[in-house]
């Protein structure tokens, strides 16, 4: 089976903390080089948070959540994190997980995922 599964989601005060896991499939893993989270407000464009290379570890994050947030991943339990920490209301969105299939691209893209989550929700209360 091919999927991306988000957890972790929920509602907190502002300034709280949520951590959010997607877990991956083995098929998804064996391929992918970037895994990355993005984030869907109602009415707003899909917006990059940050990604990971599965291999190396290299992170990206947008400015939006530079100092706040720490995508990292477990490869023995084939899943991404997302740490979400001093969170504002302004982070409120569905999160989805995504995974490429290993092609060359720009990791801030959502063009250039091809495999996503259904996500989970984020509401942070001020």
């Known amino acids: 089976q091919v999927q991306l599964v988000e957890s972790g989601g929920g509602t907190v005060q502002a300034g709280n903390s949520l951590r959010l896991s997607c877990a991956a499939s083995?098929?998804?893993?064996?391929?992918?080089?970037?895994m990355a989270w993005f984030r869907q407000a109602p009415g707003k464009e899909r917006e990059f948070v940050a990604a990971i290379a599965w291999s190396g570890g290299i992170t990206y994050y947008a400015d939006s959540v530079k100092g706040r947030f720490t995508i990292s991943r477990d490869i023995g339990k084939n899943t991404v994190n997302l740490q979400m920490n001093s969170l504002k209301p302004e982070d409120t969105a569905t999160y989805h997980c995504?995974?490429?299939?290993?092609?060359?691209?720009?990791?801030?893209?959502?063009?250039?995922?091809?495999?996503w989550g259904q996500g989970t929700q984020v509401t942070v209360a001020s």
């Open positions: 995504a995974a490429d299939r290993g092609a060359w691209g720009s990791p801030f893209l959502a063009t250039h995922y091809f495999y």
């Open positions: 083995e098929r998804i893993i064996s391929n992918t080089y970037l």
